[in-house]
């Protein structure tokens, strides 16, 4: 295989490993499933995931087909980038790698959703447009534990700065753990 076709074996394997660990969060955060845009993503996403699911169930409102495929897609992935002759590891060490990607690639998802989900409730705070509401409803179910520690205070809220902290931290921590691995940062989703 040539050097173009490999990256686009991995760029195809990158998109459809986002959009199915998109679903993992739309399940894990319990979003509306009646919102198109959901309904569009799960349908992408249950072509690669249905045959897993009627294996492997959900545990405690955890998809773990999803899960699953998205961890094996990225070493798939970084199996495809062995096969360039870019790097050479051996199968302990792509899980590995696969694993942290699939992290930094959580961490990276729950921050933007956080991020645009604050922004959009500024901008549109009353808008029905299904993308606002997603991020929305992405934004509070996220926050939703951090406001246990930090409830509204005055008609502010401030649990999302505590989210914010806690997912620097976890990426920043799990950054360092697949430093430690070995993991090239250029091949990882998750950045």
Same mark, same amino acid.
């Given at each position: 295989?040539?050097?173009?076709?490999?990256?686009?074996?991995?760029?195809?394997?990158?998109?459809?490993?986002?959009?199915?660990? #998109?679903?993992?969060?739309?399940?894990?955060?319990?979003?509306?499933?009646?919102?198109? #845009?959901?309904?569009?993503?799960?349908?992408?996403?249950?072509? &690669?995931?249905?045959?897993?699911? &009627?294996?492997?169930?959900?545990?405690?409102? #955890?998809?773990?087909?999803? +899960?699953?495929?998205?961890?094996?897609?990225?070493?798939?992935?970084?199996?495809?980038?062995?096969?360039?002759?870019?790097?050479?590891?051996?199968? &302990?060490?792509?899980?590995?790698?696969?694993?942290?990607?699939?992290?930094?690639l959580g961490l990276r998802i729950?921050?933007?959703?956080?991020? +645009?989900?604050? *922004?959009?409730?500024?901008?549109?705070?009353?808008?029905?447009?299904?993308? #606002?509401?997603?991020?929305?409803?992405?934004?509070?179910?996220?926050?939703? @534990?951090?406001?246990?520690?930090? @409830?509204?205070?005055?008609?502010?809220?401030?649990?999302? *700065?505590?989210?914010?902290? *806690?997912?620097?931290?976890?990426?920043?921590?799990?950054?360092?753990?697949?430093?430690?691995?070995?993991?090239?940062?250029?091949?990882?989703?998750?950045?």
């Open positions: 295989m040539t050097e173009a076709s490999l990256f686009l074996l991995k760029a195809i394997l990158d998109i459809v490993s986002v959009a199915v660990f #998109i679903t993992f969060f739309f399940r894990l955060l319990k979003v509306d499933y009646y919102n198109p #845009i959901v309904q569009g993503i799960l349908k992408i996403a249950d072509i &690669v995931t249905s045959r897993l699911r &009627v294996l492997v169930k959900p545990v405690l409102g #955890i998809d773990l087909a999803s +899960l699953i495929i998205v961890i094996l897609f990225q070493a798939l992935s970084f199996y495809v980038i062995s096969i360039s002759g870019n790097v050479t590891f051996s199968l &302990v060490t792509m899980f590995s790698w696969s694993l942290f990607s699939v992290m930094l729950a921050w933007w959703a956080l991020i +645009l989900g604050i *922004i959009t409730s500024w901008v549109a705070p009353r808008n029905s447009h299904p993308a #606002i509401r997603l991020l929305q409803q992405m934004s509070d179910q996220i926050c939703k @534990p951090f406001r246990v520690f930090l @409830p509204p205070m005055g008609g502010l809220d401030f649990s999302p *700065i505590l989210a914010f902290l *806690i997912l620097q931290f976890l990426y920043i921590a799990v950054i360092n753990l697949s430093y430690e691995t070995g993991l090239p940062m250029n091949f990882s989703i998750g950045l």
